[in-house]
Nanobody
Framework: QVQLVESGGGLVQAGGSLRLSCAAS????????MGWFRQAPGKEREFVAHISWNSASKYFADSVKGRFTISRDNAKNTVYLQMNNLGPEDTAVYYC?????????????????WGQGTQVTVSS
């Protein structure tokens, strides 16, 4: 069992940056691939980024490529989402998720564990 807790959300002006963190409990964090998703009001949850257990593979949604980066520190049981050049379209609740297994995981149902989410609001 892995418990995930996101932090770092908030209100930022367009063009600004935020770094989200996701702290995981448990000693097997390094075995999990991790992902970030987001859900805006009235919309479905959508994939943002994925990182493999050893950081060798990373995937990004087209909408965030070149602006967002994903990283992890297995010694700290934490995964990060650095978000730069934010726009109002990035406003959403951001969730981190974890899964065992290899290969890219771009769909919500690929993941076994979820955090409670953190709100990101970008003002224009």
């Amino acid at each position: 069992q892995v418990q995930l807790v996101e932090s770092g959300g908030g209100l930022v002006q367009a063009g600004g940056s935020l770094r989200l963190s996701c702290a995981a409990s448990g000693r097997t964090f390094s075995s999990y691939a991790m992902g970030w998703f987001r859900q805006a009001p009235g919309k479905e949850r959508e994939f943002v980024a994925h990182i493999s257990w050893n950081s060798a593979s990373k995937y990004f949604a087209d909408s965030v490529k070149g602006r967002f980066t994903i990283s992890r520190d297995n010694a700290k049981n934490t995964v990060y989402l650095q978000m730069n050049n934010l726009g109002p379209e990035d406003t959403a609740v951001y969730y981190c998720a974890g899964r065992l297994g290899t290969g890219p995981a771009l769909r919500a149902y690929d993941y076994d564990y979820w955090g409670q989410g953190t709100q990101v609001t970008v003002s224009s």
